[in-house]
T-cell receptor, first 112, second 114 residues
């Protein structure tokens, strides 16, 4: 069974602080996606990382895929209240089924 | 691009009745769609994989006779919750696969069974 351990599961910080969310697995993924979800809405795709060691930036968000493609991290610089939400990592399993393995999610609250 | 819609966005039904939820890819063709269930403040749990023109593949523990999935076209998949009970109340989300890796999610359907 492939698992994706996401941590921390809850994070409450002040506006302007930095934070990092981690996703780790013992399995290798062909790609990994990061999503952000607001209450009562579906997840919105933030980024897809495919290559081991890949780093992608989206404004104040930096995403990294581990060299072995088993782990990933999301770093937010100078968090803002608008960053509040549920962040989900999801790994694509080998083969062409398209199935995603989701982490447990990180609920982020940024206080003004 | 890559917009997925769901209908209805919320539904309340009585115990014992059936409810159908539609998932549509609006601007692309999706050979594969996925159905998820999500409990409050938790991650998504995959229920089944739906391929156009073939039977859905259900995850372990998901009752295929209770959660009927039909993927009649490249832009539409439906989930029917049959003989719904209060424990079926949840947030149901579909996603559609466009390229090799990426899935795009619908806005979700809140089901409440009374």
């Amino acid at each position: 069974t492939q698992l994706l351990e996401q941590s921390p599961q809850f994070l409450s910080i002040q506006e302007g602080e930095n934070l990092t969310v981690y996703c780790n697995s013992s399995s290798v993924f062909s790609s990994l996606q990061w999503y952000r979800q607001e209450p009562g809405e579906g997840p919105v795709l933030l980024v897809t990382v495919v290559t081991g060691g890949e780093v992608k930036k989206l404004k104040r968000l930096t995403f990294q895929f581990g060299d072995a493609r088993k782990d990933s991290s999301l770093h937010i610089t100078a968090a803002q209240p608008g960053d509040t939400g549920l962040y989900l990592c999801a790994g694509a399993i080998a083969g062409n089924t398209g199935k995603l393995i989701f982490g447990q999610g990180t609920t982020l609250q940024v206080k003004p | 691009g890559a917009v997925v819609s769901q209908h209805p966005s919320w539904v309340i039904c009585k115990s014992g009745t059936s409810v159908k939820i539609e998932c549509r890819s609006l601007d692309f063709q999706a050979t594969t769609m996925f159905w998820y269930r999500q409990f409050p403040k938790q991650s998504l749990m995959l229920m089944a994989t739906s391929n156009e023109g073939s039977k859905a593949t259900y995850e372990q523990g998901v009752e295929k006779d209770k959660f009927l999935i039909n993927h009649a076209s490249l832009t539409l998949s439906t989930l029917t919750v049959t003989s719904a009970h209060p424990e079926d109340s949840s947030f149901y989300i579909c996603s559609a696969r466009e390229q090799a890796y990426e899935q795009y999610f619908g806005p979700g359907t809140r089901l409440t069974v009374t």
